[in-house]
């Protein structure tokens, strides 16, 4: 879960039998220890919800650096599981009932409209996400989300998602596999040009996607071809170059807009090297060539990693109650 490049300080450097990357968990594991700790010795911690959780997969590509996808496919720059399946911890004492497990489906585009749920504001215009709610309350039965839509890269949709089916559409793919991966820092080589074919996967049954069940389940292709239609004719795809009736043009940065500080403003441009031919690319650019990245710091949270290529997804597989550390 943590990304390149990662460091441990003194107190945690060779600790964890598990080189430097095993001793940045026990250190994040120690922070978040001492931030519960800090809101419970403040009397906060009943009126908190603690929400630890992702932005993506492993980057795979980096070795003993990377993490591990427990078995899913691929990584990080992918629109299979080991992409974008990520772990989400809740706690809420008082709340959240300790121990409380889920396996519904949700993702990050949920925590927004389930923090304004509670919070009691009306979000008045379409947002993509929904309340996490029920869940929350422990109705782990419950299917606040029923559909998820896969889209990466600039506006392509690579897979859809409804209930435990996952269809993976036609498209252009990252893969890590096949290749030797790199270490400590350094990465491995990864193919940016695999065409990855439609294919249908239980992931109840099927979790790390290596069965298509596409001619067993006409039924379900049927259901999951549609609710793809549906999002093309709705967001657009690149992949089969649709527009979309509500897509819509970004808001824009002017490139010497200042980054926001307590501290006093400051301004960085970042520029990305672009990939080389051949379709190996031995370094993933988060940025576009000459794309410009805007950090703003808070006294509380830094946010400088707040945009996503496309959303992580969850099973909300651990929701972790009052009393334990997580």
């Avoid at 996490?132 to 039965?141: A, F, Y």
Wanted: charged share 25%; aromatic share 8%.
């Amino acid at each position: 879960m943590p990304h390149v490049p990662i460091n441990a300080s003194a107190k945690f450097k060779g600790k964890s039998k598990q080189g430097l990357y095993g001793d940045v968990m026990m250190e994040v594991d120690w922070s978040v220890s001492e931030i519960l700790k800090a809101l419970k010795e403040t009397n906060l911690d009943k009126n908190t919800l603690v929400i630890f959780t992702s932005d993506n997969g492993p980057w795979l590509n980096f070795g003993n650096h990377a993490g591990s996808t427990g078995g899913l496919r691929e990584g990080k720059g992918t629109s299979f599981e080991g992409g974008l399946r990520v772990p989400c911890i809740m706690r809420w004492s008082g709340v959240i009932k300790e121990g409380l497990i889920t396996n519904s489906l949700a993702t990050t585009l949920d925590i927004f409209p389930t923090l304004a749920e509670y919070a009691g504001v009306n979000v008045r215009h379409k947002i993509d996400g929904v309340s996490l709610q029920p869940l929350l309350k422990g109705e782990v039965s419950a299917t606040p989300r029923e559909e998820f839509y896969y889209y990466y890269k600039s506006n392509s949709l690579e897979a859809v998602r409804w209930h435990d089916w996952k269809l993976i559409l036609p498209h252009p793919s990252r893969s890590y596999e096949n290749f030797e991966v790199g270490k400590d820092g350094l990465p491995g080589p990864v193919s940016e040009i695999v065409q990855v074919p439609q294919a249908l996967y239980d992931l109840r049954r099927d979790a790390g996607e290596r069965y298509d069940v596409q001619k067993q389940y006409p039924d379900i292709m049927e259901k999951v071809l549609q609710l793809a239609e549906k999002a093309r004719a709705d967001l657009g795809d690149e992949i089969t170059n649709r527009i979309g009736r509500n897509r819509r043009e970004p808001g824009k940065l002017n490139n010497d807009l200042r980054s926001i500080s307590p501290y006093g403003a400051s301004s960085k441009r970042t520029q990305s090297p672009s990939p080389p031919s051949g379709g190996v690319n031995t370094f993933s650019p988060e940025l576009g060539k000459g794309e410009s990245a805007i950090a703003v710091y808070s006294p509380v949270v830094r946010l400088n990693h707040c945009a996503f290529a496309g959303p992580a997804s969850f099973d909300m597989s651990t929701v972790v109650a009052r009393g334990r550390s997580i």
